[in-house]
């Protein structure tokens, strides 16, 4: 089936292109109009979307949207991308391209919409498919300058995705920062990478000075994930930990630290019965959809009342957008600390 459909939207290529060469042949002016109108509105971004006016310019040059380079994605594939991707299809990647200020044509709802608004969406088209790669008839329909998707994307289908446009994939599992810096680099917009990650930065500073007065001097801090199958998982210092301990100054438990030592995982599996070996002084439990019952079970539990955390009113029960890992949802937890820690 998979084949079948990757099939039909190649044909339907072939179908564009001849119709696109007869148009040009029969009727240039027309063809000729449509491309400055392309122009125009790829060089109009809304000023949230754009970092410098002088990337804005460079997006709109014809010469820079023709240039080309070779670059070698994450699984070692040497892809010819343009210099000033224009019309670009962002699989997975929707919330780093909103930070750098890169316009999109399409990305996947799926992922898009746990960090995205609605207003920011409006403009982008979904090309989420089945098996975690995109539907290959809408790009073809959308016709991207580039396509860019995660790593996990199987060969093969990579091989497809590139019949239709560049295609390139990109670590999905590398720290948020360094990920927003490939990407910046890939669409280049490195300067708008440095510049997000500096103001963030600058953000975290002033959210620690907010609450001073709310966090104590060498005060421990674990996140925990509850699942609806009643599996309980600790996080390290990846995802969550960046905001505990790299952006609000947390400490981690030592109990933490050495369960993550010389590993690289986002988090482990414990039972429920071993979180109090696990539980610093705040505690912020993030709840996955379908979950409900399971944290109904695990408060109503000796365990659970018997920590210091939820004596002293420091256990933090948090929704699943704090399981995320992408820059505008590191953005969005420095927010909702401010309120939920307030002094």
């Not at 491309?35 to 949230?48: K, L, M, N, W, Y």
């Not at 010819?80 to 200020?101: C, D, Q, R, T």
């Not at 912020?284 to 019952?293: I, M, N, R």
Request: with cysteine; charged share 20%.
């Amino acid at each position: 089936m998979k084949s079948k459909k990757w099939t039909v939207a190649l044909l339907g290529i072939g179908l564009m292109l001849g119709s696109a060469l007869t148009a040009c042949g029969n009727n240039g002016g027309n063809a000729k109009a449509g491309a400055s109108g392309a122009s125009s509105a790829a060089a109009s971004p809304s000023a949230s979307d754009s970092p410098s006016a002088a990337a804005s310019t460079a997006a709109a040059s014809p010469s820079a949207a023709a240039a080309t380079r070779t670059y070698t994605d994450a699984v070692g594939r040497q892809v010819e991308i343009p210099v000033k991707p224009e019309k670009l299809v962002a699989h997975y990647f929707a919330s780093e391209m909103v930070a750098l200020g890169q316009p999109m044509i399409g990305t996947n709802y799926a992922n898009a919409k746990q960090s995205l608004s609605e207003a920011q969406l409006s403009a982008i088209e979904d090309v989420g498919g089945a098996d975690l790669v995109p539907n290959a008839e809408k790009l073809v329909a959308l016709a991207p300058d580039l396509i860019v998707v995660p790593d996990f994307v199987e060969k093969g289908d990579l091989e497809q995705l590139a019949k239709i446009a560049p295609t390139v994939a990109i670590a999905y599992g590398t720290d948020e920062f360094a990920r927003l810096r490939t990407l910046g680099d890939l669409v280049g917009r490195a300067d708008a990478a440095d510049a997000w990650i500096a103001a963030y930065e600058d953000k975290a500073a002033h959210t620690r000075d907010k609450l001073k007065g709310a966090i104590a001097e060498g005060e421990t801090a674990t996140a925990f994930i509850l699942y609806g199958d009643k599996k309980l998982y600790v996080y390290g210092p990846a995802r969550v930990g960046v905001a505990l301990y790299d952006s609000l100054g947390f400490v981690m438990p030592e109990s933490v630290g050495d369960l993550f030592a010389g590993g690289a995982e986002l988090w482990k599996e414990i039972s429920i019965e071993k979180l109090p070996d696990y539980a610093g002084d705040r505690i912020l439990l993030v709840q996955s959809p379908g979950s409900e019952d399971t944290l109904q079970a695990l408060k109503d539990s000796p365990v659970w009342n018997t920590l210091p955390a939820v004596k002293s009113g420091h256990a933090y029960v948090v929704p699943a957008r704090w399981g995320l890992n992408d820059p505008l949802t590191l953005d969005w937890q420095l927010d909702e600390a401010a309120k939920l820690l307030a002094p």
